[in-house]
């Protein structure tokens, strides 16, 4: 069963540029997470999808960070411009919520450096 | 609101030592717990899980878990630790409620084992 696929795995990028990452959840599985998770802490949670509905994304500073997932399926976080503030490690995590004792399976992450 | 408390921010043992790491929760209802780690380089995985029933929970590696519920506690523990477990420990939260499916993190430990 291929795993949570993410790409890129690097960017690097100027401040005040636009960035996109991209992620493919396992199949099936209609629960999505996006995380961000800063150099020494644990994943903090931005958006929270269940097929294409964002149900939570109470933790996404919505005036620089979008997301989508169009058809349920793979999703995209956009952030527009990006500060420097953002350099960290974007993580993308499914669940089959299907059903409530599922765990959430990650994917390698994205590594966002803004310079 | 959900919320975990991960007190060892860094832990440094000797190979065979004893290993157990705190987590404690704040949650209003029933929860699903979580301990996933992420060893050098490579992507966050389950090492085990909670969802009812024994509260002693076997996972993977030789590593266990105990949900106390009294005491809002899910501690990992290892009876003799490896050089192969040096990583990153993350204990995590699910509620069953309301915001169901939302996975919140605790700030992780890190384990450093010493050859």
């Known amino acids: 069963e291929a795993g949570v696929v993410q790409s890129p795995r690097y960017k690097i990028i100027e401040k005040k540029q636009p960035v996109a990452f991209w992620c493919n959840p396992i199949?099936?599985?209609?629960?999505l997470y996006w995380y961000r998770q800063n150099l020494g802490q644990g994943p903090e949670l931005l958006i929270r999808?269940?097929?294409?509905?964002?149900?939570?994304d109470s933790q996404l500073p919505k005036d620089r960070f979008s997301a989508e997932r169009l058809k349920g399926v793979d999703s995209t976080l956009k952030i527009q411009p990006a500060e420097l503030g953002d350099s960290a490690v974007y993580l993308c995590a499914s669940r089959s919520g299907q059903y409530m004792n599922t765990e959430a399976f990650f994917g390698q992450g994205t590594r966002l450096t803004v310079v | 609101a959900q919320s975990v408390s991960q007190h060892n921010h860094h832990v440094i043992l000797s190979e065979a030592a004893s290993l157990e790491l705190g987590c404690n929760y704040s949650?209003?209802?029933?929860?699903?717990l979580f301990w996933y780690v992420q060893y050098p380089g490579q992507h966050l995985q389950l090492l085990l899980k909670?969802?009812?029933?024994?509260?002693l929970v076997k996972g993977i590696k030789g590593f266990e878990a105990e949900f106390i519920k009294s005491k809002f506690s899910f501690n990992l523990r290892k009876p003799s630790v490896q050089w192969s477990d040096t990583a990153e420990y993350f204990c995590?939260?699910?509620?069953?409620?309301?915001?169901?499916?939302?996975?919140?993190f605790g700030s992780g430990t890190r384990l450093s084992i010493r050859p």
């Open positions: 999808y269940e097929n294409e509905e964002a149900v939570d």
């Open positions: 909670y969802f009812s029933g024994d509260p």
């Open positions: 199949s099936g599985h209609n629960t």
């Open positions: 995590a939260v699910m509620g069953s409620l309301g915001s169901a499916s939302k996975i919140i």
């Open positions: 949650y209003g209802g029933t929860v699903n």
